[in-house]
């Protein structure tokens, strides 16, 4: 039998660990192996981590000394953090997580602090930082848009650009634009709904209301980029996997002096017509290499959302591979 131990100063910290009816340490225990148990010592907790396996008990009490620190950091910590850190420390990547960082990106109208909560995360906001133009690639709920408004509501507070201007393809618009009630505005509005979303939590609607009207923020269609030179700017194409490869080329090359450019997709969620080609599919492949452009992947680990949308990633991405196995196999079968 294996045994480590971790000191804990104070009995809040060790509650924070355990989580509500001890939850966190039960799916740490699922997940090595292990048996967790509290005891305590003078002013102090001691967490005792036993079990068969070594390495498991050595892996465990890895996680636990993590939460350790995110529980002296924060009063709360969340549950899809629990799952995360155990996942990188599983995966033989627990030293990644020591690239994470208390660093804000900005602070929302409200005084909340913006931060990389997954390494994947913390890569693509330096990759921003660093390079002019970054593809971010990967599923829902990895933050690849609010982390993009983050990222330029910054370089704006920071005198880095004038102006932030965020741009998606409204191809649903295209289609059923006669059948919306109302102006051109307010028939694209839902199409970007997300992007004013994002803005109102870091700016506040009405210091985003002012800005819109002084030019400094601009939200428009993807269209609506066509001819145009973007200097001193901040842009951002969320939803670029919806972009044709025409549409692609021609918001790449808007870019003007000055300027950074975040392109944001799910290559997974394509809505084109059938038979009709993605621009960020092509472009990934394209511009691949050049300096000064980054390509960052996220995966399902740097889904910050609900678990379940995590596990709902995973089992769409099986189902695919299962299918693309399946055809691949009936092809071959017919001789084709």
């Not at 690849?144 to 509501?153: I, N, R, W």
């Not at 709904?193 to 939590?201: F, N, Q, S, V």
């Not at 450019?261 to 997974?268: H, I, K």
């Not at 591979?321 to 017919?334: C, F, I, M, S, V």
């Amino acid at each position: 039998m294996s045994k480590e131990v971790i000191k804990i100063a104070h009995s809040e910290i060790t509650a924070r660990i355990f989580g509500v009816g001890d939850c966190y340490v039960r799916e740490v225990e699922a997940a090595f192996g292990v048996d967790i148990r509290n005891r305590s010592e003078g002013t102090g907790d001691a967490v005792w981590v036993t079990g068969e396996n070594a390495e498991n008990v050595s892996l465990a009490a890895r996680v636990l000394e993590r939460l350790r620190e995110e529980a002296e950091k924060a009063e709360e910590i969340p549950e899809q953090r629990v799952s995360y850190i155990i996942g990188m420390v599983r995966d033989g990547e627990g030293g990644s997580l020591e690239k994470l960082d208390d660093s804000t990106i900005c602070v929302t109208s409200r005084g909340k602090p913006i931060k990389a909560k997954t390494v994947g995360q913390k890569k693509y906001v330096e990759a921003i930082a660093k390079n002019t133009i970054v593809l971010g690639v990967g599923p829902a709920g990895t933050g690849k848009t609010f982390l993009a408004v983050a990222m330029a509501v910054k370089a704006l507070r920071n005198g880095d650009v004038n102006r932030i201007i965020l741009t998606r393809p409204a191809i649903e618009a295209g289609e059923k634009l006669g059948f919306l009630p109302g102006d051109l505005q307010s028939k694209i509005d839902p199409y970007l709904r997300p992007l004013y979303d994002a803005l109102y939590e870091m700016l506040g609607s009405e210091n985003y209301a002012k800005m819109v009207e002084k030019g400094v923020i601009e939200v428009a269609p993807l269209a609506y980029m066509r001819g145009r030179t973007l200097d001193d700017s901040f842009i951002i194409l969320d939803e670029a996997q919806n972009a044709t490869p025409e549409q692609m080329k021609m918001f790449l090359t808007r870019l003007g002096f000055h300027s950074k450019a975040v392109v944001t997709g799910d290559l997974t969620q394509t809505d084109l017509p059938l038979g009709q080609k993605s621009g960020l599919a092509m472009a990934v492949k394209i511009i691949a290499g050049i300096p000064d452009i980054v390509i960052h992947t996220f995966s399902d680990r740097d889904v910050v959302r609900h678990k379940l949308v995590q596990k709902i990633i995973l089992a769409y991405e099986r189902f695919e591979r299962e299918q693309a196995q399946k055809n691949h196999g009936a092809k071959k079968g017919t001789g084709r």
